[in-house]
């Protein structure tokens, strides 16, 4: 395993486990390292990188480091490290900045107007308070922008995806996988507690950082080497 992606696999477990121990001293980390809404007392800028190292449970986990396993070894075998490790953290930041600016046309639009909020049978706490209640933990930005990268590096790759008995070329597979984000942000930004929109910006992102690299080096498609 290229030596990126390993240690990136182990730093997200080894911050998985510091927080199972912590959790048995009464401590939340990702309380401290996890993404709060930037108007909340409690968000921190350097949360924009420590978010991306957190997750909400072992399956969130397990699905997100099989992903950079499965296509981040891929790509850091064709950029290198330096740019694979670039092109990671980059876009993970991105990610945490379209998901807070998707919470705060959320906070205009809906909570401005109001000094406390019902959060459920009958108890009501200070904005300030619901504020800090709007966390971003994960690496799927990440991992999104990772997808879009193998799709545009590799669009007519043939992958089987569960539950589907063919083939599917990569460029469907990821082309359909931000449809979906897109349309489950929509439609359920507020109330299935994920982070659509920051999928879509980690693949925003990605896009963007790709096109550069492309137009760069001549418009070469799939070969940018450090």
Not at 43 to 56: C, E, R, T
Request: a neutral charge; hydrophobic letters at 50%.
């Amino acid at each position: 395993m290229p030596p990126v992606t390993k240690n990136l696999i182990i730093i997200n477990v080894l911050f998985y486990v510091g927080t199972l121990v912590a959790a048995r001293y009464g401590i939340d980390l990702s309380n401290y390292l996890g993404l709060h809404f930037f108007m909340a007392q409690d968000f921190n800028v350097a949360q924009l990188i420590s978010y991306m190292f957190m997750h909400g449970g072992f399956t969130h986990l397990f699905f997100n480091m099989f992903a950079v396993w499965m296509f981040g070894r891929i790509l850091e075998q064709v950029w290198g490290p330096k740019r694979f490790l670039f092109y990671y953290i980059i876009c993970g930041i991105g990610a945490g900045l379209i998901q807070e600016l998707v919470q705060y046309i959320q906070y205009v639009v809906e909570l401005s107007a109001y000094d406390s909020v019902n959060v459920g049978e009958g108890l009501i706490i200070p904005m300030q308070q619901y504020l800090n209640l709007m966390k971003t933990v994960g690496a799927s930005g990440a991992v999104y922008a990772i997808l879009l990268a193998f799709g545009m590096l590799f669009p007519n790759e043939k992958m089987f995806i569960i539950p589907f008995p063919f083939p599917i070329k990569a460029k469907y597979f990821v082309g359909g996988y931000a449809v979906l984000e897109l349309v489950e942000g929509i439609a359920n930004s507020s109330t299935d507690n994920v982070a659509h929109f920051a999928h879509l910006g980690g693949m925003i992102f990605g896009f963007i950082l790709i096109m550069y690299w492309k137009k760069k080096n001549g418009g070469r498609n799939g070969t940018y080497y450090n």
